[in-house]
């Protein structure tokens, strides 16, 4: 997905930003790189369907000429959402773009439009599907080869042949802001595992608005606050093996809480964030306690289901499992009583999954040239590879220490000590 192709989607109909600036980052939405609903994608096996998996936000609106902090609409909608009126934009941006939006009349006579995430989605999947037949007409030496072209609910998910590889590019248009929105204003006031490390200018250079609504808000209407650009910064502080944990709780997690859907990958990632404010950072560098973060992010999940309780880390007023039924949340739960009973052969099963579709890919490879592909804004290390010598260590952790975990428990109202446990000791 180059600038090729934006420059022909904004020569359609001149509505994107001539001048765009886009995220690209490593893993699919449904590695949960970013806080979408998972619900309407189709399921995409690696190995199977692709061999590579990115995210794309394109921004279809900018804002980047308000001081902070930005203030929302949010009247309409649950916490962490909004509506999007094109007040804030200039007469050339709303006669482009009333096509997209949702119209509101007002008793006075005042006619307010509203942009509308489905309708947006609608024109970019109608706008790239014009463009890749274009390009398919003419094809030209080099140019990746179009396998399938789908939209996921807002979610426009294409895969591109490149050389032998296939690689699956999840693209998210989005609204980008510059500057904070003033609802995560009091986030900033806390103390926070970056400071120090990076500055607060790094964090919050921007936020973008999702096509994604809350669970009883309007789909039409409603957008959802993303931190992505932060969470690219944040990781950089995020000692290897807590982010090697992660990865392997995330592969384990992805197969077996699939359905019915509750937990995403997006949360365990807010549970990490959360973990890392609430450790010493001296006992996260470990390098060789990967085990112990892995059994703490399983029970830390766990605390989590049966709590119903999961804030969003920049918004933590917002509980994203809020919604969930009571019978829901304990099926989970026992799910995941299963892992950590044996959580060595769950991480197991897991690796084997991951090593199938390897050897899947390494196949199609052998068949043709290997070929460049982008560096976009990655994890850190390879996001579906969980180290078999981590499941060992772990094996070896349960058995020396039968029935006891290593805990991080979630509570934002309280950072005056870390919230970690061994067993039923605090520490």
Not at 300 to 324: G, S, T
Request: aromatic fraction near 8%; include cysteine.
């Amino acid at each position: 997905m180059n600038e090729r192709y934006h420059g022909m989607v904004q020569k359609l109909d001149q509505k994107l930003p001539v001048a765009n600036e886009y995220l690209l980052l490593s893993g699919g939405v449904r590695e949960g790189v970013v806080d979408l609903d998972l619900d309407e994608l189709n399921i995409y096996a690696r190995g199977t369907d692709y061999d590579m998996d990115f995210t794309l936000l394109v921004p279809a609106l900018k804002l980047h000429d308000r001081n902070q902090p930005v203030t929302l609409d949010m009247r309409h909608s649950a916490l962490c959402h909004s509506w999007l009126s094109l007040r804030l934009f200039d007469e050339g941006t709303i006669s482009k773009w009333k096509d997209c939006c949702t119209i509101v009349d007002h008793i006075n006579g005042a006619t307010n439009y509203f942009f509308s995430p489905t309708k947006v989605a609608d024109w970019f999947y109608d706008s790239i599907s014009i463009v890749l037949s274009e390009i398919q007409k003419k094809p030209q030496r080099g140019m990746p080869k179009v396998e399938k072209v789908e939209k996921n609910g807002t979610i426009i998910s294409i895969i591109l042949g490149v050389g032998s590889s296939r690689m699956l590019y999840d693209i998210v248009p989005v609204v980008s802001f510059k500057g904070w929105p003033a609802v995560a204003q009091s986030w900033l006031m806390e103390n926070h595992f970056w400071d120090g490390k990076i500055t607060e200018e790094e964090v919050i250079s921007g936020f973008y608005l999702v096509p994604a609504c809350s669970y009883k808000g309007k789909k039409d209407n409603e957008w959802r606050l993303s931190f992505a650009r932060s969470e690219v910064q944040l990781k950089k502080c995020i000692s290897s093996s807590l982010m090697q944990a992660y990865q392997a709780c995330k592969a384990i997690i992805i197969k077996l809480l699939s359905r019915p859907k509750a937990i995403s990958p997006y949360h365990l990632r807010s549970m990490m964030l959360w973990a890392c404010d609430r450790l010493p950072a001296n006992y996260l560098a470990q390098e060789d306690y990967a085990a112990h973060f892995l059994l703490g992010l399983i029970d830390d999940l766990q605390h989590c289901l049966v709590n119903k309780m999961c804030p969003n880390y920049f918004i933590p007023q917002c509980n994203m499992l809020e919604h969930l039924s009571e019978e829901t949340v304990m099926l989970q739960a026992r799910k995941l009583s299963s892992v950590r009973s044996d959580p060595a052969e769950h991480l197991r099963t897991a690796i084997e999954h991951v090593k199938a579709a390897n050897r899947l890919t390494l196949e199609l490879q052998r068949r043709g040239s290997t070929t460049s592909i982008p560096s976009p804004q990655s994890d850190g290390g390879d996001p579906n590879q969980p180290d078999d010598r981590l499941a060992k260590k772990l094996q070896q952790l349960v058995t020396e220490n039968p029935g006891k975990s290593i805990s991080v428990f979630i509570n934002p109202d309280d950072v005056t000590r870390p919230h970690f446990r061994i067993d039923d000791k605090f520490f």
